[in-house]
């Protein structure tokens, strides 16, 4: 019975040690927006800097816009046992045995495609990050690199919807002026 006591708390510590990996998502899919391409451009981005994101690069050739790392979520927390102010937008999973995570960053990638009149093809990327640290009582706070989180599609949806709604508040502004 000792023995047996004792490979179970064993294959617990090696379990733990581990931590977890989140799970790989596949790429988003186009998602149609109802505005012309130069209408869905400029709401992409009014609506990024509106939110507080850096936009690295903006290619309107080759229909893609880039941001930089933005801190979304700086209370995050977790380690083996506990995960603190955990959000909606992403999964860490768990760090391993004498880690921890804090803080949530996010990068954003988006291309957008003309369709046809009046409409626009919309493609987010949307990549996490968290920090991870040593939690141990000798070596406590060091930093030990990023690790990548996988979405979990909301911040995507929230960013079409957003830019959907701009698009169209400022078509009906263009309108109201009596401008086409």
Known sequence: MRRLAL???????????????PHRDAPREVRRLEADFDQAWGATI?????????IQSSDRSARTI??????????YA????????????????????GQAFRTKQVRLVMTLQPIRGGET???????FRTLRYTDTLLWANRPLGDVECNS??????????????????????RLRRGTP
């Not at 490979?7 to 990996?21: F, H, N, P």
């Not at 009014?46 to 850096?54: D, N």
């Not at 995960?83 to 045995?97: A, M």
């Not at 093809?121 to 990549?127: I, P």
Request: aromatic share 8%.
């Open 7 to 21: 490979a179970t708390v064993s294959l617990g510590v090696i379990v733990a040690c581990s931590g977890m990996e």
């Open 78 to 97: 977790a380690t083996i046992l506990v995960t603190q102010q955990e959000d909606r937008y992403c999964v860490c999973g768990k760090p391993g045995f």
């Open 121 to 127: 093809g919309l493609r987010t990327e949307a990549f």
């Open 46 to 54: 009014r609506t990024l800097t509106e939110r507080g994101y850096e």
């Open 66 to 75: 880039e941001t930089g790392w933005l801190t979304f979520n700086p209370d």
């Open 152 to 173: 979990r599609g909301r911040l995507e949806e929230e960013l079409r919807v957003e830019i959907q709604i701009r698009a169209l508040s400022d078509h009906l502004e």
